[in-house]
């Protein structure tokens, strides 16, 4: 399979094959330093819809890392008087309770209500009539509404992810919930494209309503569109040599790519429907993995014109490039924080390949995991975890992590590699 940390071995178009994946459990490691204790209690009659309502919920609210678990097994509906001394007994300071009412055209009736337990008052409901097939997102919605209400922030738990999976000889491009499942609650994807040749690079629209990628299948690397409600795709980079690594411009009409049509791989932006591509470098070493600033104007990319690759940003509208990162003789992969302050980045140690993160304000450098060989980081679009790719005891995996690097959870992971993650954005 195509590995992006290889691009400076190959202009990125070295191939491997990696291992098959066991089962999904999640794992949760480290502690945050702060926490708000809530009870999240079983859902009224949730035991007799398709999904656990309330465990969905627990866990989404475990990967965010800013949630402490209480543990309960009570059964509390958004029509209960909590008795808030009991459970200030249990350490919560928040509870949610609610339930899942089969109507009878087969739609659910789901209702929550959360409480502050501390001050024992109701802190606000949610309710939504969905379909069995949307009980997994309605659970996830519930979870972002928990998580807004506790912490002012906009939760990431109703976004999805995509992610390239390789089974044996064949390749499939896989759009998942962010906790990894699909909405059935199957430990895998729904599959956007599968193709017997490889599969890198997707990237999500700014509207989430289509996925740019890199396919093989014409026997060079071409740069795909294609959109998520019809399945409609087209070819928007095919030109002589290798085509890859799109990236979105923030307002969606744009895309950087990588080409080599003028000889060595050069940064281009191009109209995101396809047509003439404006060349942005002209360094005569390899320009590759390019993201955009979240305000449009500057490109974040990895070059290797120092003699070593590094991340580097410029203008798009053109202009002089500059360093970005000093720390280390190979940085590559760069992803930018939606607030535009912190850059993700693999970084090499000796043979090891670790994600780290840079406050392009302070410089500071912090190294996030103990693994060693990790890949592809992308924020959510809230800024506050990092999904990336790497091998966990012997497997290819999946991973969140917090900024700090405290809390970690790995998805799913299904008889597939999974690699090239990436975070959708908001309004799903």
């Not at 607030?339 to 912090?366: E, H, M, P």
Request: proline share 6%.
């Amino acid at each position: 399979m195509v590995n992006r940390r290889q691009i400076f071995l190959a202009a990125g178009l070295l191939l491997a094959s990696l291992p098959s994946l066991a089962q999904f459990r999640v794992e949760i490691s480290g502690v945050g330093a702060v926490q708000v204790p809530i009870a999240v209690a079983k859902f009224r009659d949730e035991d007799r819809a398709t999904q656990q309502l309330s465990t969905i919920i627990r866990d989404d609210l475990k990967r965010s890392g800013l949630f402490r678990d209480v543990e309960t097994s009570a059964i509390v509906d958004e029509a209960a008087q909590p008795a808030m001394a009991d459970w200030r007994n249990k350490a919560a300071d928040a509870l949610l309770g609610g339930s899942a009412t089969r109507l009878a055209d087969g739609r659910y009736d789901v209702r929550s209500r959360l409480w502050d337990v501390v001050k024992g008052s109701e802190i606000g409901t949610l309710n939504t009539v969905v379909h069995p097939n949307d009980l997994r997102l309605a659970a996830h919605r519930i979870a972002d509404f928990v998580h807004e209400k506790l912490t002012g922030e906009k939760g990431v738990f109703s976004t999805r992810i995509a992610y390239v999976a390789k089974s044996r000889r064949s390749f499939s491009l896989r759009v998942a919930d962010a906790d990894g499942y699909d909405p059935s609650g199957k430990p895998e994807g729904e599959s956007v494209l599968n193709s017997p040749e490889p599969i890198i690079s997707p990237a999500w629209s700014p509207d989430g309503k289509e996925l740019a990628y890199v396919s093989f299948e014409e026997q060079k690397a071409v740069v795909y569109t294609q959109n998520m409600a019809s399945g409609n795709r087209r070819a928007v980079a095919n030109f002589r040599g290798s085509n890859s690594a799109p990236a979105w411009s923030p307002d969606g009409q744009t895309l950087a790519v990588t080409l080599s049509r003028e000889g060595g791989s050069q940064l281009y932006v191009m109209p995101r429907t396809g047509g003439t591509p404006r060349r942005l470098t002209n360094s005569g070493a390899i320009d590759t993995e390019p993201c955009f600033s979240p305000d449009g104007r500057s490109l974040y990319f990895v070059s290797d014109r120092g003699g070593s690759p590094q991340v580097y940003r410029m203008p798009v509208a053109g202009g002089a490039a500059e360093r970005v990162t000093f720390n280390g003789s190979y940085n590559i992969s760069p992803s930018i924080s939606p607030d535009g302050r912190t850059l993700a980045y693999i970084t090499r140690q000796g043979n090891a390949f670790k994600l780290q993160t840079l406050d392009l304000q302070s410089g500071t450098v912090a190294s996030l995991t103990a693994t060693t060989d990790d890949e592809s980081p992308s924020f959510s679009p809230n800024g506050r975890l990092i999904i990336y790719a790497t091998r966990d005891a012997g497997r290819d995996v999946l991973m969140t992590t917090t900024l700090d690097g405290k809390i970690k959870a790995r998805l799913p992971s299904p008889s597939a590699d999974l690699r090239e993650p990436v975070w959708g954005p908001y309004g799903r």
